[in-house]
């Protein structure tokens, strides 16, 4: 059976936040398709609800209507169990604030999504050390994330995404807070082995990883 | 399918990292329940050496209580870390199930210190005529009130990770 050349679909979305005060919308009819193997950068200014999309795809967030398809099956009406399992196999997601476990160290952190899919010790032991190296971290295995560096942390959480070896990668400005160097060091990371055919999906509000990225596509801001 | 023997590994590994990486989180917690126990212990013996069981059973709910909003409280500190777990991909009964085995390891830890220094206390202040048969029915009270707490904290996590990830993340703050 041929695979289908689209892994990821929103059809119509609609997201109104509905916190304090009045209702923000955030999208009105968002309509999206992603080839697989696609790096897609997302461009746009703060506010304009570049997290919300990644939480949308990642099924972290619900939308009020409209689908959302992940590698052909629908995920807004999807049962929350069955959902968990479709994002510890096919998405690694790296988070806007990291999201790291402070008190545990570089290792532990890294090897909690396989922890969390049942992976044995001696396998898991191989793939944290893998990837670690692939990001440049190897040194800092044992030590305490909370002892880390900003940029530091930055490559913990990638390898976390990656360490499962996901299909799909969403990332939340990637580029943010590194210095130059390390953004190239972070995007030829991109474009290195570990990557190769996967969708990488990744928000900016900077040009430089649009450069890269096989397409940019740019949200605006709503104006209230 | 070992899913069942996969989730429960899962869990275990879970529940002893947190209480180990925890550990500064936990130890006040972990100080303050074996106190309370010590004092609870100390308090039955002489006060009730008759073992009366209506004025225990009272100091017991006030006991069960405090372990309950000790345990209630740590489980909201790590609120975030269950948002990511969640967003790695744990299931709720592994979360749950790994909360209540942190929690259960902190209660029956901390209940057995206390019930130690009690017991030591009172043998060093009134010798050893102290021990009486009603000594087990103390611990029965303690561990129960221990593990009463647990399934509280156990039950909050399992509410409490029906949110959705973005919920929980954003109420973590
Ligand atoms: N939980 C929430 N409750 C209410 N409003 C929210 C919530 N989360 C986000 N918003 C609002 O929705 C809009 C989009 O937010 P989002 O975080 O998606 O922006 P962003 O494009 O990622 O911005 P940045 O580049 O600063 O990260 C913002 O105006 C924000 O204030
Ligand atoms: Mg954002």
Redesign the pocket.
């Known amino acids: 059976m041929p695979v289908d050349r689209v892994i990821l679909r929103l059809e119509h979305v609609k997201k109104t ?1 509905n ?2 005060g009045k209702p ?1 919308k ?1 999208f009105e009819d968002l309509n999206l398709e992603v080839r697989r193997g696609e790096f897609l950068a997302i461009f ?10 990644l939480n949308l795809i990642a099924g972290f967030d619900k939308p009020e209507a409209g689908k959302i398809y992940v590698d052909g099956q629908e995920i807004t009406r999807m049962p929350e169990s069955r959902l968990v399992e479709l994002r510890r196999k096919k998405l690694g997601v790296v988070f ?1 604030t990291n999201n790291l476990i402070p008190s545990m160290t570089v290792f532990e952190n890294v090897e909690l999504p396989l922890v969390l899919s049942g992976v044995g010790r001696s396998e898991r032991k191989k793939k944290v050390e893998e990837v670690l190296k692939a990001f440049w971290i190897s040194n800092y295995a044992e030590r305490k994330v909370a002892t880390l560096s900003v940029g530091e942390c930055r490559m913990v959480s990638l390898a976390r995404a990656m360490v499962t070896d996901p299909e799909i990668v969403l990332l ?2 990637p580029t943010d807070f590194l210095d130059a160097l390390t953004v190239d060091l972070m995007l030829a990371s991109l474009k290195g082995k570990l990557m190769q055919g996967k969708t990488i999906i990744a ?1 900016t ?1 900077r040009g430089r990883l649009t450069k890269v990225a096989e397409r940019v596509i740019r ?1 605006k801001k709503r104006l209230p | 399918m070992g899913l069942e023997g996969r989730s429960f590994g899962t869990s275990l590994w879970l529940g002893l990292k947190w209480f180990k990486s925890s550990w500064s989180r936990v130890r006040l917690a972990f100080a303050i329940l074996s106190l309370l126990t010590a004092n609870f212990t100390i308090v039955s013996f002489t006060l009730f050496p008759g073992g009366e069981i209506l004025p225990i059973a009272s100091i017991i709910v006030i006991m069960a209580v405090a372990f309950a909003a000790i345990m209630l409280h740590l489980v909201k500190l790590s609120a975030q870390d269950l948002g990511l777990l969640k967003a790695l991909g744990a299931k709720r009964g592994t979360l749950t199930f790994a909360v209540l085995i942190e929690l259960t390891l902190l209660g029956l830890t901390s209940a057995f210190l206390g019930l130690a220094a009690g017991l030591l206390t009172l043998i060093l202040l009134e010798g050893l005529t102290v021990f009486r048969i009603f000594i087990l029915q103390i611990l029965y009270l303690e561990v129960a009130s221990a593990i009463a707490g647990s399934l509280t904290g156990a039950f909050f996590v399992w509410r409490y990770s029906r949110k959705t990830v ?1 919920e929980i993340l ?1 109420n973590a703050g």
């Open positions: 936040y916190g304090q923000l955030v746009g200014p703060t506010g304009c609800g570049k997290t919300t999309l806007q939340d400005e928000t509000h949200l | 973005a954003a």
